[in-house]
């Protein structure tokens, strides 16, 4: 049934067709905010010298075929996950232990963890955190197998972003959906497109209510005298994104009616200060525009610092330890970004040793845990003992995996062939660094036509990911959960034989889902 859903989607398109139907899609997007700023190779500084331009988002022109079983099981098994991460947060004993290796040969790793310690060692002043979550799944065909499974390809637990521009790309598949017969706009024959529907994608709401969860248990004003309380958004320099960002500060301000401001990380320091008189340690925002006006943060929204490239000196870090030390609740907490390093999901899905997932949800379901843990795809360390290693230095075996750091961001993974030269290029100290994962592989060869955020448009054979946006609010001491939802999606779709999978970095368009 996939082979043949696969084989002839989506329906051919003439020249004429395509045309109308990507100048239909490009001014969906301009009218409606499914917009990223210019890359720099597309329109040059010097041309866009004020930052004024945006152009569409990369987006798929068709909806893409995902299995229905999949991505329900993905949707059901989301606050267990949010709930997951949450709990291995709280144990600062067993992250120190996974992490205890890497913090000899990974500075970036070292640098978070001593920004955790440092604040530690003063008392933290909020004990609230705040989970914006991501777990990215790929359907699976197992080799002896015609029913597709859900495999995991990630956990993100800094900066999810894309919720704002995924929902937008979901309203524009389902307006062409909808077109009626006969109407220029509507796609062309396909018993998919006839009688298929795209989910709802709540990633907005979902996302900017946890948000909004955070700010209220912030609860009043801890400043003498008191202040009016703000979320605060800290940003990346040079923002692509920055349209998926404002998605959730518009919710934010026009349905919770909360203040939200944006700061670059590279400013943080200089428009925030925490009262040294103050033992409560509020975090007290001052506008640049309204200097005046002191705004007291309940929650700081971190859509930067999940990089290297985001430390550029060490104020950068001071900036991060001001943040962490402060009262505000963060999303995350230098904690939680630590258990979304690759090593925690490649412990978890070790089956041999400890069974840490059943031990981390030991009041959940046991079936439950079960549905979790068949997600995992295998993998490895690099241990001088591990299997990890023979699979990795073999290419035969290589072949099937992929290498991947304690990275977020995209363009940081090897791939199959490249593992063993790559691994025998860097120092063996260094390979604890890195973590092996067996390749998922898609059900069938997909295809979509693609619009690029520079005018060309691809078409050809597909992979797509999904993403399953979740979040949660909890008690740091004793683990007590006060929020805990699933909400929204995404469907990233790169061509086929690109490895990497980030939209941000150009290796993927947006999508949305029609499922089967």
Same mark, same amino acid.
């Not at 997007?29 to 041309?47: E, I, M, W």
């Not at 079983?69 to 606050?79: I, N, P, S, V, Y």
């Not at 067996?438 to 797509?464: C, F, M, Q, T």
């Given at each position: ?53 945006? +152009?569409?988002?990369?987006? #798929? ?56 310690l440092a604040v530690e060692k003063e008392g933290y002043a909020q004990t609230l955190s705040l989970g914006l979550y991501r777990s990215d799944y790929m ?57 298929? #529907? ?7 709401? +979902? ?64 428009? +925030? ?24 943060? +309940? ?12 430390? !550029? $000196? ?43 997932? #059943? $031990? ?26 591990g299997k990890g290693r023979e699979l990795a230095l073999n290419p035969s075996t290589a072949e099937n995996h992929v290498l991947k750091p304690q990275r ?16 025998? $290029? ?5 390979? !604890? ?13 997909? !295809? ?69």
């Open positions: 049934m996939a082979d043949s859903i696969y084989a002839d989607y989506p329906p051919t398109l003439n020249p004429a067709q395509k045309e109308f139907l990507v100048n239909t899609v490009k001014d969906w997007a301009t009218q409606n905010g499914l917009v990223v700023r210019p890359a720099p190779a597309f329109v040059s500084k010097d041309t866009d010298s004020h930052g004024v331009l945006a +152009t569409n988002a990369p987006v #798929t022109l068709f909806p893409s075929p995902f299995p229905k079983a999949c991505f329900e099981e993905a949707k059901a098994l989301q606050t267990v996950y949010n709930k997951l991460y949450a709990a291995i947060t709280c144990n600062e004993e067993w992250i120190g232990k996974i992490m205890e290796d890497l913090i000899d040969v990974d500075d970036f790793i070292s640098n978070l963890w001593k920004v955790h359907a699976h065909a197992p080799a002896n197998s015609t029913t597709p499974e859900l495999k995991q390809v990630e956990f993100n637990t800094i900066s999810s972003s894309f919720g704002g521009l995924s929902s937008l790309v979901a309203s524009l598949h389902s307006e062409l959906l909808s077109s009626p017969p006969g109407n220029p706009i509507a796609y062309p024959p396909h018993f998919l497109l006839k009688s298929g #529907t795209v989910p709802e994608n709540t990633a907005v709401e +979902t996302l900017s209510a946890g948000l909004a969860e955070a700010h209220t248990a912030y609860g009043p004003s801890r400043s003498q005298p008191s202040l009016p309380t703000c979320i605060l958004f800290v940003v990346q320099e040079n923002e692509r994104n920055v349209f998926d960002q404002h998605a959730l500060s518009r919710q934010l301000t026009k349905v919770h009616k909360i203040p939200v401001f944006r700061v670059l990380s590279t400013e943080l320091l200089d428009h +925030t200060s925490i009262p040294s008189s103050n033992p409560s340690r509020p975090l007290i925002y001052r506008p640049p525009h309204a200097q005046d006006t002191p705004f007291e943060v +309940t929650t700081v929204y971190l859509r930067c610092f999940y990089t290297p490239s985001d430390y !550029k $000196s060490d104020r950068d870090w001071q900036a991060r330890t001001h943040i962490e030390r402060s009262a505000a609740i963060k999303c995350p907490t230098v904690l939680n970004q630590l258990v979304g390093s690759k090593i925690v999901q490649q412990v978890l899905a070790t089956t041999t040793g400890p069974d840490h997932l #059943t $031990s981390f949800l030991a009041d959940t379901d046991p079936s439950i845990i079960e549905r979790l843990r068949s997600t995992f795809a295998p993998q490895y360390d690099l241990s001088v003992s977020e961001g995209g363009g940081n993974n090897i791939y199959k062939t490249a593992i063993p030269d790559f691994l025998n $290029s860097i120092p063996e100290n260094e390979w !604890k660094r890195w973590i092996l994962m067996e390749l998922i592989h898609p059900p069938a060869a997909a !295809k979509n036509v693609a619009l690029r955020s520079d005018g060309e448009v691809l078409g050809g054979g597909v992979i797509g990911e999904l993403g399953v946006y979740g979040t949660i609010l909890w008690d740091q001491k004793g683990g007590k959960i006060h929020h805990n939802e699933q909400g929204g999606w995404l469907m990233r779709t790169k061509a086929e034989g690109v490895n990497e999978g980030g939209v941000a970095t150009g290796f993927s368009s947006l999508d949305s889902v029609i499922l089967f």
